[in-house]
């Protein structure tokens, strides 16, 4: 498809225009200032609520309770006692944010390293080991991509709280997994629920690779693994960040898998529980809302903007051919 | 914030990323070591055999060596394979299959109902409403946002401040839905009319010269407030994809209309849009099946009050606040199958274009 190598993208175009062409290209701009008006009034609809939120976290509680946040660029009055309270508060009602960042740090890095490397050894065996049924096992782990999460999460939390049983003949025990335990459950959901995407993913780019290189490889007589770690892993580190940033930015913001495995409490749940909870319990308290908000937005944000030529090779690679 | 509460946390990522090293290394390990010992013995095995056979035939061996390096292929291609099926097969295939038997279950998942949840979904006036609402969606959704994004990269594509104009609106794609529901919900905020207003669109609406509204607790126009935020979040997406179709058109087609003299609108509808159709397919089918799985935006609004509710977020509620397992599952079952048609169009529209 030609969408799918697009060239350098989010950086100027390099198209070979001459003087004449840029000429007119700058004529012809300046000739629609309609187009200039209606992406500007896009692009400011689109901004505007985010900078109103980012805005308003600073600014004291009572102002934000009594006038908009638009009113501090006539009367500015700004602190940093919201999100002093908001992470580090004591009281029950303050958020205690601090606590959640740390769940959700701990739920997300696990939960991108392991179907990273699990997806890059099964792209790997279903792209260069010859072995029969190979294009079936794909097709099935490609299909499995539109089944809705919401599909696994009752079993998969009764698997998880009462183990798994055959007519009545048990397979496997329980997890009684309490506390701080409730993480591992939230990595393997999250774990399964990557898969299907990330070996999609992985393989297009594996599968990629010049086949005289793993040909010679082979003849020198390396081994599949030797193989996989000395060539295949240093040549798909792109893809890898890709749909690394991709799980990221995607365990970070979930909230239905941490609400189902990691329960509410704060030895576990992740920030968007406890900001969804906030929202219904308090709705009001915009200073702390606001602060939360921005908190849970900002690490999202850095890997975004830092890492987005990644994301969006990664995101044109699986949305443009899934 | 507590050092001693954050210790265990701290040392169950630890733990995780010590079973990681120890998963994933023990299988590298195990992948070099267990086929290398194989291979020792099939050498031995076959010497013993060419020194045996070297007597009686010559011909045997070359082809029981080709059946046996297959086979070993295929052991170590199911190595490889081993977590990702295993995972799959635990996490994913079982619970689809037994989600699908217990939404012909009661709600305690004991005894068999045949339809009764599926004639319950369309008889339940409450949950047509949700299907109603999901079915506004998924309509306004994709289309909303694939036209907006789909305006907006045609209209910056080779502007000046092009790069820095694309990440303004492909920003809302990192933050997450809860972020998104409590940017917008400060926009919709609401104080009654002797007040100033705190939130945007009542200040704006107020300065028109209306009553300041309680906006999401207003059917029908609640729903489609929601919808604002979602076509919030997925316009960027949209804009992405489309732009990077709109500079895939090879350059000499462009020269040539300009050439001919078209307008810049003939120049739209007729070069462009047929050029990134395939892009526009892919964009809206992204955007639908996203759409049709949306829970976060209504969970942190309104929690589905106000006749606000859709597919997801009530199958979450069913199953995981009102115990109605059966309910929840069947739920769950309509989302896939509505999830389907949209794959097969997809489908069946990239192997047309594979033929072309």
Known sequence: MTTTTPPALLTPPTRPTGPETRAARVRRRLNNPVATGISIVIAVIWTIPTFGLFVSSFRPEDEIKTTGWWTAFTDPQFTLQNYQEVLFGRSSSSGQLAGYFINSMVITIPSVLFPLAFAALAAYALSWINFRGRDWIYIGIFALQIVPLQMALVPLLSFFSEGASVFGIPLTPAWNLEDEGKFIQVWFAHTCFALPCAVFLLHNFVSQLPKDLMEAARVDGASHPKIFRSIVLPLIVPALAAFGIFQFLWVWNDLLVALIFAGGGNETAPLTVRLAELAGTRANEWQRLTSGAFISIVVPLIVFLSLQRYFVRGLLAGGVKG | ?356
């Open chain 2, 1 to 356: 914030m507590e050092f001693s509460d954050e210790a265990p946390k701290l040392m169950m990522l630890l733990y995780g990323l010590v079973a990681f090293a120890v998963v994933v290394g023990g299988l590298l390990v195990l992948l070099d070591v267990v086929p290398a010992w194989f291979a020792r013995r099939r050498e031995a095995a076959l010497l013993a055999a060419a020194s045996a056979g070297a007597v009686r035939t010559g011909a045997a061996p070359p082809s029981r060596r080709r059946s046996v390096a297959n086979r070993r292929e295929g052991g170590l291609g199911l190595f490889f394979l081993l977590p990702t099926l295993l995972l799959l097969v635990v996490g994913l295939i079982v619970p689809a299959v037994r989600t699908t038997l217990l939404s012909f279950m009661d709600g305690n998942s004991r005894n068999w109902v045949g339809l009764k949840n599926y004639t319950w979904m369309f008889a339940q006036d409450e949950i047509f409403s949700v299907l109603t609402n999901t079915l506004i969606w998924v309509i306004l959704v994709p289309l909303v946002a694939t036209a907006v994004g789909l305006v907006y990269a045609v209209l910056v594509d080779r502007a000046r401040f092009e790069s820095a104009a694309k990440a303004l609106i492909f920003m809302p794609m990192a933050i997450s839905f809860v972020g998104a529901s409590i940017i917008w919900k400060f926009v919709y905020a609401y104080r009654s009319g002797e007040y100033a207003q705190i939130g945007l669109l009542n200040h704006v609406w107020k300065m028109l010269g209306g009553e300041p509204q309680q906006w999401l607790s207003n059917p029908p126009l609640n729903t489609l407030l929601l919808i604002v935020i979602m076509i919030w979040i997925q316009a960027g997406f949209a804009m992405v994809v489309l732009s990077a179709a709109i500079k895939a058109i090879p350059a000499e087609i462009i020269e040539a209309a300009r050439l001919d003299g078209v307008s810049p609108w003939q120049m739209f509808w007729q070069i462009t849009m047929p050029s990134i159709r395939s892009a526009l397919i892919v964009v809206v089918v992204t955007v639908s099946i996203a759409t049709l799985k949306v829970f976060d935006i209504v969970r942190t609004t309104t929690n589905g009050n106000y006749d606000t509710g859709v597919i997801a977020n009530e199958m979450y509620n069913q199953a995981f606040r009102f115990g109605q397992t059966g309910q929840g599952s069947a739920l769950a079952v309509f989302l896939f199958v509505l999830v389907i048609p949209i794959v097969i169009y997809q489908v069946r529209n990239l192997r047309k274009q594979r033929e072309v």
